[in-house]
């Protein structure tokens, strides 16, 4: 059972998670606003998650039953972000701030293995709700970490990200 405090901390950063996405459809193009929803990852996330399990073009294995349970029971500051264009799940990622609160970490960002209409462009709004959330709660830096290979490290440098190599291996972009 959570503490009163982390679960006063949970409420409050699910606020602030509504919020920044709230804040991000608003920026949208006028077209997307109606067709694009911005979500926490839920239990109907996790049931589409499941589908791409199996498929054959899924470029990450990432379990995302554990690791959306492990950053709800530890990081109530965390990112989280399910990406759905009407009823199709495009993209799910996690993240938290570092602890000294300064920078946003995108730990995981998975788009459909599948083509939707939001292929190509699920980076592009999960970067935008991470700078609206890094903006909420503080933060003065998005890092993207551990980019899985030099095509989507150079997609990441071309959304104005500086690679980061050697030991650290991320990808980060300063905010104004």
Not at 30 to 57: C, F, Y
Not at 88 to 117: F, H, N, Q, Y
Not at 160 to 175: A, E, I, N, R
Request: hydrophobic letters at 40%.
């Amino acid at each position: 059972m959570k503490q009163a405090s982390h679960q006063l901390a949970d409420r409050t950063y699910a606020q602030l998670r509504e919020h920044s996405r709230t804040q991000a459809v608003l920026k949208l193009p006028l077209n997307l606003q109606e067709s694009v929803k911005l979500d926490d990852i839920t239990g109907r996330t996790m049931a589409q998650l499941s589908r791409w399990e199996a498929h054959p073009d899924r470029r990450v294995m990432w379990s995302w039953q554990h690791w959306a349970s492990r950053y709800a029971s530890i990081y109530p500051k965390r990112f989280e972000l399910a990406i759905w264009f009407h009823s199709k799940l495009c993209s799910v990622s996690l993240g938290r701030p570092t602890w000294s609160a300064g920078k946003l970490r995108l730990d995981m960002i998975e788009s459909s293995p599948e083509k939707t209409p939001l292929t190509g462009q699920t980076v592009k709004l999960t970067v935008l709700v991470a700078e609206t959330y890094a903006d909420i709660i503080g933060a003065e830096q998005i890092r993207i970490m551990n980019p899985i290979n030099s095509k989507v490290r150079s997609h990441y440098e071309a959304m104005g990200f500086t690679y980061v190599g050697g030991k650290s291996d991320y990808c980060v972009k300063d905010l104004l």
